[in-house]
């Protein structure tokens, strides 16, 4: 599981070092993909083969469906950390996210979500938690 924030920096040819505590648990090898809410999201290959396979259960007759697949599938690229822990990250999915120079890498249960400085800061605004646990204690999450 991933948990944590860490703040750091893509250089000028679009590399990004994976805080080490992150790569111990992504493995060699993983997926980075376009997120929701204008991140990109990383997942170790094992979860990101549990998701790609519900994503080849949606139904191929459902426009829904076939956007929402296409969206998480075309972006997708294999990832694999040099030496010193860094990642290049492919242009697209840069632009896509609005990443330059800053980001903020959070860990999420099964993904690590990584944000364009000015995006997460944002996005991490939590004057309306509290509406927001009501409306989790009706999915099934009370605290």
Request: negative net charge; proline residues 2%.
């Amino acid at each position: 599981m991933f948990k944590g924030e860490y703040s750091h920096t893509v250089d000028i040819k679009g590399r990004l070092i994976i805080p080490s505590k992150f790569r111990e648990s992504l493995g060699e090898e993983f997926v980075i993909t376009k997120g929701l809410d204008g991140c990109l999201c990383m997942y170790e290959n094992t979860e990101w083969q549990k998701f790609e396979e519900k994503l080849k259960g949606l139904p191929i007759t459902n426009k829904d469906a076939r956007k929402f697949t296409r969206f998480f599938l075309a972006g997708a690229a294999d990832m694999e950390a040099d030496k010193q822990g860094r990642i290049l990250i492919p242009n697209v999915l840069r632009e896509f996210a609005g990443i330059e120079k800053d980001v903020v890498l959070i860990g999420v249960s099964n993904r690590i979500e990584v944000w364009s400085k000015e995006r997460y800061e944002g996005a991490a605004e939590y004057d309306d938690v509290e509406e927001i646990a009501e409306h989790m204690s009706a999915l099934g999450l009370g605290i």
